[in-house]
């Protein structure tokens, strides 16, 4: 899922990494200058993980583009039960609410 914010990439990226960490996710790297955070989320009843991807693109001065996907770390679970599109769908409340601020 990929949205644009009307603010600069550096507010962005920061309240990217604050919205990761909020949601207390295992951050596995983080790079401002690539715009690029991954990290993990643990095991559950309905999955034995996901690997999370976002990738902070600035479209110019004032607009950056947020691109976030989700997927089962294991690679022999076949369905997630909704779990991946939870996950980016509360990733981006959380960064909403922080820009917001």
């Not at 095991?43 to 976002?54: A, D, T, V």
């Amino acid at each position: 899922m990929r949205k644009e914010y009307n603010y600069s990439y550096d507010k962005v990226y920061i309240n990217c990494f604050e919205a990761t960490e909020q949601m207390k996710f295992k951050i596995t790297k983080e790079n401002i200058s690539e715009g690029l955070i991954l990290f993990e989320v643990g095991w559950s009843l309905l999955s034995f993980g996901e690997k999370f991807k976002i990738v902070i693109t600035k479209i110019n001065a004032s607009t950056t583009s947020v691109e976030v996907s989700s997927q089962a770390t294991v690679g022999i679970q076949i369905i997630d039960w909704g779990k991946n599109n939870n996950n980016v769908t509360g990733f981006f409340e959380t960064l909403n609410g922080l820009l917001k601020k």
